[in-house]
């Protein structure tokens, strides 16, 4: 099997495009359980599980998927791709199988597609098509073959697994100093990798390109990630409450200004990743938004792209 060297994954989804609306808007239970028998639908059209020689666990924000494949060539390196993110076989809540399609049988269709059907999550790229039924736990993932698929896959499962808990994924880098999480968010070119790159040596990086926040009792916290950008670089496995949320822009001096009320909001669900359009699930995400303004400051950051920045920031 031939891998990539080092391709950057690139999830070319924003909020507001590649989504189709789902058939059935009453999607059930996103929340996890040990899994020993598979309720998912027997058959994807088009693909066969391919039996599983080789497992690996992912753990991100505490939530642990083992992926299975025939190919033990794939899983370990899918174990060094998610270094640092690797869990134990026996905390598995989630289960997926995935079926490597041979060179040249990729979709000509790139649009993204996350749809509800027959109690199952099902979501389609060019690169690959997974199936998840929630209330087992268990899914299936037909792809190229090409690590960087998975990574988007993931993306999109986390999304639905945080939503119901008040949590979200964000385009933002965010790092840990002194023991509080700070974000970044912006869209393309805003200065995430930038001031994350610039980070000092005190500061922990969770990630340049996608953070990750979960909500506990009512407190934010921001969780490291394996999603990178264009650093090229795993976050650290760790945890913060967040501090701020910073809305980045460059400019000729460094400048931070309070946000509130609609601009916050607006601001941060511009950001916001999510890729189903069912109304229950919207409204979940919007929600969570508006309850996270309501409790973390939001404050817009114009800054001079050098390490004195963070002399204002923490």
């Known amino acids: 099997m031939n891998l990539p060297g080092n391709p950057v ?55 642990a998927i083992r992926l299975r494949c025939g190919d033990p060539a794939f899983i370990d390196w899918l174990t060094s791709r998610y270094a640092g993110y690797v869990g134990r076989s026996d905390e598995a809540s989630f289960d997926f199988e995935i079926e490597l399609a041979p060179a040249g ?48 896959v993931l993306r999109i499962m986390h999304t639905l697994l945080l939503a119901p808990k008040g949590g979200f994924l964000v385009h933002a880098s965010s790092a840990v100093r002194n023991g509080r999480a700070f974000l970044f968010s912006g869209v393309s070119g805003a200065g995430k990798t930038t001031i994350a790159s ?26 490291g990630t394996p999603f990178f950008g264009e650093l090229g670089r795993v976050g650290e496995n760790l945890r913060a409450p967040i ?46 938004a508006f309850e996270f303004v309501s409790r973390v400051p939001v404050r817009r950051l114009t800054f001079v792209p050098d390490e004195r920045v963070w002399d204002w920031i923490a």
């Not at 058939?23 to 639908?41: I, K, T």
């Not at 269709?109 to 690959?128: A, T, Y």
């Not at 000092?200 to 996608?210: N, Q, V, W």
């Open 198 to 223: 610039l980070a000092p040596p005190d500061a922990h990086l969770l990630t340049d390109e996608i953070s990750y926040v979960t909500r506990e009792d009512g407190r934010y916290f921001a969780v």
């Open 9 to 63: 994954a690139d999830l070319a989804c924003e909020p507001k495009g590649g989504i189709v609306q789902s058939r059935d808007e009453s999607p059930r239970g996103a929340e996890g359980a040990p899994v020993s028998a598979l309720s998912a639908r027997e058959e994807m059209s088009g693909m066969k599980a391919a039996a599983p020689r080789s497992s690996m666990v992912v753990e991100i924000g505490g939530m």
């Open 105 to 152: 049988r990729e979709s000509g269709n790139e649009d993204l597609s996350v749809s509800w059907d027959s109690g199952c999550w099902l979501m389609e790229r060019g690169d690959f098509r997974a199936e998840w039924n929630p209330s087992s736990g268990r899914g299936r993932v037909q792809q190229a073959v090409n690590p960087y698929s998975l990574d988007s």
């Open 243 to 288: 501090e701020c949320v910073y809305l980045l822009a460059k400019g000729p001096e460094n400048k931070i200004e309070s946000i509130g009320g609609p601009d916050a909001l607006r601001g941060l669900l511009g950001n916001v990743l999510f890729f189903a359009r069912d109304t229950q699930s919207v409204k979940l995400v919007f929600d969570a």
